[in-house]
């Protein structure tokens, strides 16, 4: 009887020595292929005409099919040693995902970037490598960089990939229904608004606001540039020489409160995958875009659309668009592949790649100085407003959304609120002005 | 056969022989306990020390805590969800509960003369569903596109998080509903009659017999959902999101735990404030429990039958 307790208790001990020391085993397997063992691999693989693997850690799950048949195959090609893999997570949890596999040595070789702090963070805590003096670099501008830099403007971290276009995508079927021309002041799309409407046939504006970001994103920061005048207003921002009560901001908040007259019944609860529903559906008119919706709308919409960028207040004003840098590729400083990572790396700001990215996703528009031609009209039109406007990036992306209260959140909050009449305009701005001023120094003083 | 014959050698142990240890129990209880302290006991001690230090891993004392009071940075944030949460816990507790009692009276009563089991079984249904899907459900029948009405429930101030708290009540009445049938069931029909004997209306049975049974019960029932309210997360993240529109009306502090820890956005995630925020959950729920166990479970009587 004893002896079974013996064999018990012994058995136990040994159960637990065993899950140790596996643990422990795997560990040190880990940090040798990820420390010490890395180059050694490298030069071997190169060496003896190995496979080497690399893995692209993305967001972008809706790009899985064209990473693998084209874009893939297409750097395979060239580089018949490497063999790399997309593994996208779902967007909403990207972040959380990429920083809990990074933190425990799991994470691919290649990182996608978001845009500003999110990657320089990655970066500061030493998750993403130093590319600044990689092979390629030179093919982007410094607005193109400016999301993927240190503040002081001397490492670079992500090779830009692409920025989205925010205008707006209409019906034109319904246009010519309604007998409509394309507005370009703001007088004119407010006139064009009041026609659908008058006509009954369709939704005027496809977007709702339970979602929240579409009312920051594809209202605040569509419509504003033109208000803020672009760089003049975020840079002063940012300097806090402007401050979000100024008349500029609480007039774009105004107008956009305008907006809730035309969109559908009980849009308060409508959420983004519904808007986009409505519009694909041909139950709206005008659908407040950023050019990522191109690919799924040339899918999905049985009818010709087209695109208009945002009005301006006065005809022959100079108008601003939202050109926001979106997304970048990084390497990862633990991959045991950085010699074929940084190959990839330089691959991607090639031409090559410029221009078969750009194409396979309409409305992702490359931010290297290659000249990129565009084959889908959709996307040609967004494009094109390059040449005609002045470009800018989403107000509260650089350094801005940094402290706590988090102003992008706000933003979020704030514009729904507005839209959804339970703020107004003014009351709006206010309070995102006091939560910047509560950690922000320069928008301290006065 | 030897666990028998160890109670008895520590049982009459002490008179004849030394006590020993009775290792036994050390053996059964090994395996439960370790796991339940390798992973609940240790990561929730851990989260609290985590709570002491800032993100660079400097102790900062109570510093963090401090935050969340008032003139912290997520005071508001904070007191806003705690309130949100506590609206949460009301609305199951005076819905949850009445709903639930009613439904296991009505099956414990004659006027079901069949398919008791189908109906039982069908109003526990939505408890194992998982809460996405429920959300889905309700999302795509309140949607004033395609649903059933044209108010916005979901996406003003004012209902949103009543429509999400009815949700959830809707979800998990099976789960009182069980309970009150298990203790209805349990009640001698002699007690009933005696009393009928004695001239009591069905009124006046219900809460002199039948309610005083219960209690124990209804304290039960409510510390548990008291503790899933206050923890609860993915109904509201998978119908309003993180943000738990519209204006935080529906911030709760799973939510706003989510937010501070793996950040959001723009938002970038802070391991110090996250376990801040999920060590103030843990006090929450902490004195929930301790009125429970002091204020009501202490004091109710509890009747042998």
Redesign the interface.
């Given at each position: 009887?004893k002896r079974?307790?013996k064999w018990?208790?012994g058995f136990?001990a040994l159960l637990?020595v065993v899950a140790a020391c596996s643990s422990d085993s795997s560990d040190d397997t880990t940090e040798t292929t990820a420390a010490g063992g890395g180059e050694t691999e490298t030069t071997q693989a190169a060496a003896s005409g190995e496979v080497v693997d690399l893995v692209i850690e993305s967001w972008r799950n809706d790009d899985l099919a064209i990473w693998e048949d084209t874009i893939i195959p297409a750097f395979e090609a060239d580089n018949p040693n490497i063999h790399v893999t997309f593994a996208p997570t779902a967007p909403?949890e990207y972040?959380?995902i990429l920083?809990s596999k990074l933190e425990g040595g799991t994470a691919g070789d290649l990182i996608t970037c978001r845009p500003?702090?999110?990657s320089l963070?990655l970066y500061d805590a030493g998750h993403l490598a130093d590319i600044t003096d990689l092979a390629g670099m030179e093919n982007f501008s410094d607005v193109a960089q400016s999301a993927w830099i240190t503040d002081d403007g001397t490492q670079k971290f992500c090779v830009p990939m692409a920025s989205v276009i925010h205008g707006f995508i209409y019906n034109a079927d319904a246009f010519t229904e309604i007998g409509v021309e394309v507005p370009t002041t703001e007088d004119e799309f407010f006139a064009v608004l009041d026609a659908i409407k008058a006509d009954g046939n369709y939704d005027a504006l496809a977007m709702?606001?339970?979602?929240?970001?579409e009312a920051a994103t594809m209202g605040f920061q569509n419509i504003g540039p033109n208000y803020w005048l672009g760089e003049t207003g975020r840079t002063g921002l940012i300097e806090g020489t402007e401050k979000l009560t100024d008349q500029q901001y609480v007039d774009t908040f105004t107008t956009l409160a305008r907006w809730a007259d035309y969109m559908?019944?009980?849009?308060?609860?409508?959420?983004y995958p519904?808007s986009q529903a409505?519009f694909t559906l041909g139950g709206a008119a005008i659908y407040p875009a950023g050019s990522w919706e191109i690919g799924l709308f040339n899918e999905q919409a049985e009818f010709a659309m087209g695109a208009f960028k945002p009005p301006v207040k006065a005809d022959g004003d100079t108008c601003y668009i939202s050109d926001h840098t979106d997304i970048a590729l990084g390497m990862n400083p633990a991959s045991a592949n950085s010699e074929a990572a940084q190959t990839f790396l330089s691959w991607v700001a090639s031409p090559t790649f410029a221009s078969m990215y750009a194409n396979s996703l309409p409305g992702f528009f490359s931010l290297s100085n290659h000249s990129v031609t565009m084959d889908d009209p959709l996307a040609q039109e967004f494009l094109s407003w390059r040449d005609d406007c002045e470009s800018t990036i989403r107000n509260?992306?650089q350094i801005l959304?940094?402290?706590?209260?988090?102003?992008?959140?706000e933003l979020?909050?704030v514009s729904?609120?507005v839209i959804?009449d339970?703020a107004t305009p003014e009351a709006g701005a206010a309070i995102l002005q006091e939560g910047l001023e509560?950690?922000y120094p320069p928008q301290q003083n006065g | 056969m030897?666990s028998a014959?160890?109670n008895t050698d520590v049982v009459g142990g002490t008179s004849t022989k030394r006590w020993r240890f009775p290792?036994?129990v050390a053996?059964f209880l090994?395996?439960a306990l370790?796991l339940y302290t390798v992973f609940m006991v240790y990561p929730l001690l851990d989260s609290l020390r985590l709570s002491l230090y800032s993100d660079e891993g400097v102790f900062v004392g109570l510093a963090n805590l401090r935050e969340l009071l008032p003139g912290g940075?997520?005071s508001s944030?904070f007191w806003n969800a705690l309130g949100n949460n506590l609206v949460f816990f009301g609305f199951h507790f005076l819905v949850q509960n009445p709903v639930g009692l009613l439904l296991a009276v009505l099956l414990t009563q004659h006027l079901l003369k069949r398919g008791k089991g189908t109906y039982r079984t069908l109003i526990f249904s939505p408890t194992v569903l998982s809460v996405v899907i429920v959300g889905f459900i309700w999302?795509l029948i309140?949607?004033?596109?395609?649903g059933v009405v044209?108010?916005?429930?979901?996406?003003?101030?004012s209902t949103a998080l009543p429509t999400l708290s009815l949700m959830s009540v809707w979800q998990f009445v099976g789960i009182p509903m069980m309970f009150f049938y298990a203790v209805l069931v349990g009640i001698p029909e002699d007690l009933i009659e005696a009393a009928r004997v004695d001239g009591a209306n069905g009124w006046k049975i219900f809460w002199k017999i039948i309610f005083p049974l219960l209690l124990p019960m209804l304290g039960i029932i409510s510390i548990i959902t008291y503790i899933a309210n206050l923890n609860a997360f993915d109904l509201i993240y998978s119908v309003?999101?993180?943000?738990a529109?519209?204006?935080?009306s529906t911030d709760i502090m799973g939510t706003l735990f989510y937010?501070s820890f793996?950040?959001?956005?723009?938002?970038?995630?802070s391991t110090a404030?996250g376990a801040t925020v999920a060590t103030a959950m843990f006090i929450v729920i902490l004195l929930g429990v301790l009125v429970y166990l002091f204020g009501w479970a202490k004091r109710v009587e509890t009747y042998e039958l």
């Open positions: 009887m079974t307790f018990m208790i136990v637990l909403a972040n959380a920083q500003f702090d999110a963070d709702g606001t339970a979602d929240q970001w559908p019944d009980g849009f308060e609860a409508i959420a519904d409505l509260s992306y959304s940094r402290g706590e209260p988090n102003l992008e959140n979020w909050a729904a609120t959804n339970t509560a950690w | 030897t014959s160890t290792r036994h053996v090994a395996p370790l940075s997520l944030s999302q309140l949607s004033p596109l395609w044209s108010t916005p429930l979901l996406g003003l101030t309003q999101g993180a943000l529109g519209p204006e935080f937010r793996f950040g959001f956005q723009l938002q970038s995630g404030m």
